[in-house]
Structure formats: structure tokens, C-alpha cells
């Protein structure tokens, strides 16, 4: 499904928070909006969701006005916002459920999803019984098994130690790449947006603007991001980030831990 933003702003009384918007995502593509806190970043994603409307401009999906929210629109957020009294199958089958599909198939295909993020086995367990990584897998396929068009990414890894982002942003370009969905990404971690995403668009403070953005092509990505260095450096210096302080800063970590 293919995103069109045209001339959008966003403000909140006398507070502008987005300045002109104007971008097409297409159908397919992978998205990562990165900028300061406050910029409106995920106020665009929930314009998409049709949680929240323009205060100027239109943002469309395949050409249609998006004015409400709607099953082919998933947003997921950094908490996992399972319900604590459902199992974790019943918290995926209820995607499904919503749709009005029968809770016996509905389940049947939580299973199965469950099985795809490694929670085979755990099923019956409830959203306090596990860790928290085990509980944004379960928001995953629950994201996941009602095969939306568009999926909606709120810092979804940003409350998790680095190792376990590290394994869940692998499970989550895995699943990209094998349902393909039209992918909108928010998050502060630079790293992230290289690992995942086609484009990158850097956001100025508030209103937000596109500062600069950055095509990444098809080079095959691993957590080894050599490759895109110089693009990193690049993004770091637009968020106000000095580069030689940080490599400083990792190498002191190192001997630290050494």
C-alpha cells in the first residue's frame, strides 16, 4: 500500500509541531523517521493510523483519504499493551477476533504466530509470566497475523536491553521480508533505522522538517553496518551529535567492560 503525505502540518492550539510534510512511501518500502524528541514523529504515524487528523493537508493510503482507523493500518507501540488477564495465544488470536473471524480459527492461526517470533510452548502463558522481550514477540504476531498493508512502527524495541533489540529488530526484518508490508518506523536508535529500513528521513526540533534523506539501497544488511558509516556519521551530525565524542565514549564502555 502506497503512503502520500501532501503538504501536511500538524499543530496543537498555538504550538506547531510539523511544518510542510510532503513525501510518497511506496507500496512496500521501509521508512524510518528519525529526529529529536517532540518533533512530531509519531504524531505522522498516527496520522497514518487515522488516530489523528491534519491540521493542514491530506495523508492518503492508495489515493484514498485516510480519516479513520482501519485493520489494514497497524500500529504497534513501544509497550506491548497485551491485556495481562489473556494468554498470549489469546491475546494474538484476538486480532482476529476483532475481524469477526471464528475464535477457533482465530487461535488455531495464533499458534501458528506464535510459533513464527519462538513462543512455541509458551501459549497459555500470560503476558506476567514472561520477559519483556518474550512480550513485544507476542506483540509482533499479533501485529502480524491480521497481514496488514501497512505496518506501524513506535519505537517498538526502545524499552528493551541492546542484546534483545538487537535479536528482535532480526526477527522483525525477517517477517518484513517475508509478508512485505509498507513499513513506517520511528525510533531514536540511528543503528535501527540503518539495520531495517530503505530510507531514512531526518527531522529537525519542532515544527518538524525533513532535514535530509537518506536512500540506502539493497546492500544485504547485518548488524555490521560498516557499510553505511559514512551515512551514520552523517545522521549523527544532523541530530547534534558529535561522532569522535561517541566512538570515544564506546571505547571507554570496552576497556570498561575488558
Not at 502480524?144 to 541492546?162: H, N, Q, S, T, W
Request: net charge negative.
Amino acid at each position: 500500500m502506497q503512503l502520500q503525505f501532501e503538504r501536511v502540518t500538524k499543530s496543537f492550539g498555538d504550538l506547531r509541531v510539523i511544518d510542510t510534510f510532503d513525501t510518497t512511501i511506496r507500496d512496500g518500502e521501509i521508512v524510518a523517521l528519525v529526529g529529536p524528541s517532540g518533533c512530531g514523529k509519531s504524531t505522522l504515524l498516527h496520522m497514518v493510523a487515522g488516530l489523528q487528523s491534519a491540521t493542514e493537508g491530506e495523508v492518503r493510503a492508495d489515493g484514498k483519504r485516510v480519516e479513520r482507523p482501519a485493520p489494514e493500518r497497524t500500529l504497534v507501540f513501544q509497550e506491548h499493551a497485551l491485556y495481562p488477564w489473556m494468554t498470549l495465544r489469546q491475546n494474538v488470536a484476538l486480532a482476529l477476533e476483532f475481524q469477526g473471524r471464528p475464535a477457533v480459527e482465530a487461535r488455531r492461526q495464533a499458534t501458528q504466530w506464535l510459533a513464527r517470533v519462538k513462543l512455541d510452548g509458551f501459549e497459555e502463558y500470560y503476558p506476567h509470566q514472561v520477559s519483556g522481550g518474550m512480550r513485544q514477540r507476542c506483540a509482533l504476531a499479533r501485529a502480524f497475523i491480521a497481514r496488514p498493508k501497512v505496518l506501524l512502527l513506535d519505537e517498538p524495541f526502545g524499552a528493551l536491553d541492546a542484546l534483545t533489540r538487537m535479536t528482535l529488530q532480526s526477527v522483525l526484518k525477517e517477517l518484513i521480508e517475508e509478508e512485505r508490508p509498507t513499513v513506517v518506523l520511528v525510533t531514536h536508535d540511528v543503528d535501527e533505522a540503518l539495520y531495517l529500513a530503505d530510507r531514512v528521513l531526518v527531522f529537525s526540533h519542532r515544527p518538524a522538517r525533513v532535514l535530509e534523506a537518506f536512500n540506502l539501497g539493497h546492500i544485504p544488511k547485518t548488524h555490521d553496518l560498516s557499510a553505511f558509516a559514512d551515512i551514520r556519521r552523517e545522521v549523527l551530525s544532523l541530530l547534534g551529535i558529535d561522532t569522535q565524542a561517541e566512538a570515544t565514549e564506546r571505547q571507554t564502555e570496552k576497556g570498561d567492560v575488558q
